[in-house]
């Protein structure tokens, strides 16, 4: 789910990068002109795969643990671990990512001038089925590491401990020009209430 709205996103950020200064909406084309070209996010298939190691010393600091406590040493050697597991999926799938982060971008600058959207769908259509099953791997190693944290930390560690995953899963997720809080989902596993007619 994470990758289909990642890619939703992404490539209607090209869409609206691609179109001229004074066309779309209406107020926004004062907004565009004076705020000059803007750069495109560029495709990183590594961020859209969900791959995420955590910095030691900043998880500790979000839990409220210090080193001297007696299940630091075991939470730091969790999350070492996990991200052990995530620099090998990266080492794994090296050529598979800087492949696809090549095809996507080039896809998306051609669909970009040409206003290609089939071009944009079929891209869609790889990414998903190339990142599938190494998202399904990154989950179960993420479900395998929450599931050892919950049995070493009290509760509200456990709450601080989701907090933060969730904190840093949000920052490799693309945001959307400007301040327009519209267009960025606040709940990216619940978007079908945000639909409207």
């Keep these: 789910m994470r990758v289909l709205i990642f890619l939703l996103v992404f490539f209607q950020s090209a869409c609206v990068y691609a179109q001229p200064p004074s066309g779309g909406r209406g107020g926004y084309s004062n907004q565009s002109q004076n705020s000059g070209a803007r750069e495109v996010q560029k495709f990183d298939s590594q961020k859209v795969s969900g791959i995420i190691a955590y910095d030691s010393k900043k998880t500790l600091?979000?839990?409220?643990?210090?080193?001297?406590?007696?299940?630091?040493?075991?939470?730091?050697?969790?999350?070492?671990?996990?991200?052990?597991?995530?620099?090998?999926?990266?080492?794994?799938?090296?050529?598979?990512?800087?492949?696809?982060?090549?095809?996507?971008?080039?896809n998306m600058e051609i669909a970009r001038s040409t206003?290609?959207?089939?071009?944009?769908?079929?891209?869609?259509?790889?990414?998903?089925?190339?990142?599938q099953p190494i998202q399904e791997q990154i989950r179960s190693d993420e479900d395998e590491l929450n599931n050892q944290l919950k049995a070493l930390l009290n509760e509200d560690q456990n709450e601080k401990w989701l907090k933060f995953q969730k904190a840093e899963k949000?920052?490799?997720?693309?945001?959307?020009r400007g301040n327009d809080a519209r267009n960025r989902p606040d709940n990216y596993n619940n978007q079908s209430r945000r639909r409207r007619g």
């Design 61 to 106: 600091k979000k839990l409220k643990l210090k080193k001297s406590d007696s299940i630091a040493t075991i939470v730091l050697s969790k999350i070492e671990n996990h991200n052990r597991q995530m620099n090998k999926i990266k080492s794994d799938n090296k050529d598979l990512f800087e492949g696809l982060d090549i095809v996507v971008n080039q």
């Design 115 to 131: 206003q290609n959207r089939e071009l944009m769908r079929e891209t869609m259509i790889l990414v998903r089925e190339k990142l």
């Design 170 to 176: 949000e920052k490799i997720m693309p945001r959307r």
